[in-house]
């Protein structure tokens, strides 16, 4: 597993967060208050609003300036919200819609530069796992397995899981707002187009949810949760045909597949006006909620689900159960999810047959000298330190394709893995620092670099600087060298590292002459010269 990571006292006062969730759909604000003593959070303040960030243009598949406009006045008021409250730390996360539009990263940084609001973008499998992590936060699992389903705007999520981990994450392009736009034209919803609707979800869900009955064991009976609006509305909406005080909370509301085929039945025969006259459909939910219907109803049917149970968290609440992972405020039944990266990170070297034993060397000679020049030659910190450990681990997974280039198709390989638990910048960074072990140092003319923001080219430079040094120490990839301590002298500007040989008689001649070789870059990033002493 990943190097031990330096002692970190774990605080003990009440400590406000704010997580907001920028959908397709909706953008959502919780604030929650953190007792890291027992660890848990209670909910002190949500808000919501339905901005449509998935309105992108029809030709060029761009976020529209409208939508834009929408999307900022709402975080602005996330941000004001969740300030008033005392929040000192404010996790957002975009999905589907900013995920795939080609403006995307444009609109994340035009939020970074108005508002100072850093937002990280996830892939579709990261996205499926903080909601089970939300869920896992707000729901009792017993021995049984359970399915999870959320439908977004532009996506649905599909996870199996029981209480110890996720078995399959899955990320499906089917989503209300995607799925209304692309099908239904007609008012009310056309027998033919609800035909044809139908038949493109099973379609595209179907590899999805064969996956997840591959992987349930004989034997085991799992239940089905759904979480986030349109299936909270669907349950709403059934539970005001039995009763006029629906329940409140809805978390742990069942309702039959039976219920809901009559409800979707009962939606598409009515035109819009209609539809939005129910209690508690917002107008804009009246707009999606056909689409989102027919998508639960299939997945329930194909998976042969009877009834499903609703669960209020999901992925607002998966972000603040992520970040208490990170900053080790849990370590009691969700332990085993602080491991995720490392778990990501060797299934992927696995994958590409990466040589384990040379790669954790290198990983660990990366990070020690990481913490023995902190404070020192750089000013970088735990997330820097992880991911330099990743990219150290997977630096030579581009052999898989080819020796020759290997450093770029490492950058490929890395790039397009899907590391569970990392943001979509973070991957970008490991991937940046594995392609930079050799050959040339970073160049702003490189497709991959240049897109970069200075203070993120300024972490490739630096750490893809240090793993060049670890990959010189074990350049026989052999362990002659067991340990590296590292001296640094400001004043003669010279650092020198005194390498331990793993056996005393050994003179490591071609790691010393490596690191010559390899030594250059680092000493013109730092400005000063390195010294390798054997002994």
């Known amino acids: 597993m990943a190097a031990s990571l330096p002692p970190q006292s774990v605080p003990t006062k009440p400590i406000i967060l704010g997580a907001i969730d920028i959908g397709t759909n909706s953008i959502h604000l919780v604030v929650v208050k953190i007792e890291p003593q027992f660890p848990s959070f209670s909910i002190i303040a949500k808000e919501k609003d339905t901005v449509r960030l998935g309105d992108r243009d029809l030709h060029t598949g761009n976020l529209t300036p409208e939508a834009i406009a929408r999307a900022l006045a709402t975080l602005r008021r996330c941000q004001d919200l969740a300030l008033s409250f005392g929040a000192k730390h404010l996790l957002a996360v975009a999905t589907s819609a900013t995920r795939e539009a080609p403006n995307g990263q444009e609109f994340i940084q035009q939020v ?5 609001l850093q937002i990280d973008l996830i892939s579709g499998p990261e996205e499926a796992r903080r909601i089970y992590l939300g869920v896992l936060s707000g729901w009792e699992f017993n021995e049984q397995p359970q399915v999870i389903i959320d439908i977004g705007g532009g996506s649905t999520e599909l996870i199996l899981c029981d209480r110890h ?14 799925l209304t736009q692309e099908f239904i034209h007609s008012d009310p919803v056309s027998p033919a187009e609800l035909t044809y609707l139908r038949a493109y979800v099973r379609g595209m869900l179907e590899r999805s949810i064969e996956q997840i009955r591959s992987q349930i064991q004989p034997g085991e009976t799992p ?14 909406l059934q539970a005001r045909t039995v009763s006029e005080e629906p329940p409140s909370p809805l978390n742990g ?3 039959s597949r039976e219920q809901l085929n009559q409800l979707t039945e009962q939606l598409a025969q009515l035109p819009y006006g209609d539809r939005a006259l129910f209690p508690g459909m917002s107008e804009r939910r009246a707009e999606i909620i056909v689409a989102g219907a027919v998508i639960l109803l299939e997945a329930m049917e194909m998976l042969g689900m009877a009834e499903i149970s609703i ?5 607002r609440e998966g972000i603040i159960v992520d970040w208490m992972l990170t900053h080790r405020l849990i370590a009691d039944k969700l332990h085993y999810q602080s491991e995720v990266r490392d778990r990501s990170v060797y299934s992927i ?5 990466v040589n384990m034993d040379y790669s954790e060397r ?6 020690d000298l990481f913490d023995q020049l902190q404070g020192k030659l750089h000013f970088w910190n735990e997330q820097e330190r992880d991911i330099l450990w990743a990219a150290g681990m997977l630096h030579n997974s581009g052999l898989y394709i080819s020796h020759a280039a290997h450093h770029k198709h490492s950058y490929y390989l890395i790039r397009h893995a899907e590391l569970l638990g990392y943001t979509e910048l973070e991957v970008e960074l490991i991937a940046n620092i594995a392609r930079y072990h050799r050959k040339s140092k970073p160049k702003k003319k490189h497709p991959n670099y240049h897109p970069l923001t200075k203070p993120n080219r300024q972490r490739v430079d630096q750490l893809s600087a240090i793993l060049r040094l670890a990959v010189a120490l074990d350049r026989r990839q ?16 010279i650092l020198q590292l005194h390498l331990t040989p793993t056996d005393p008689t050994d003179p490591c001649e071609l790691e010393c002459w490596s690191l010559n070789y390899k030594k250059d870059v680092f000493e013109e990033e730092f400005h000063l010269r390195v010294e390798g002493l054997v002994g």
Not at 165 to 173: Q, V
Not at 478 to 493: E, F, K, T
């Open 311 to 315: 669960c209020e968290r999901a992925l």
């Open 349 to 353: 070297a696995q994958k590409y047959q």
């Open 253 to 255: 509301y069942t309702i």
């Open 478 to 493: 052999i362990g002659a060298i067991s340990q590296v301590n590292a001296a640094y002298n400001p004043h003669h500007q």
């Open 362 to 367: 290198v990983a660990k000679f990366a990070v």
């Open 223 to 236: 239940c089905l949760i759904g979480t986030s609006g349109t299936i909270e509305t669907l349950a709403l």
């Open 165 to 178: 981990d996720t078995r399959y994450l899955s990320s499906t392009k089917v989503g209300a707002v995607r």
């Open 112 to 116: 970074e530069r108005e508002l100072g």
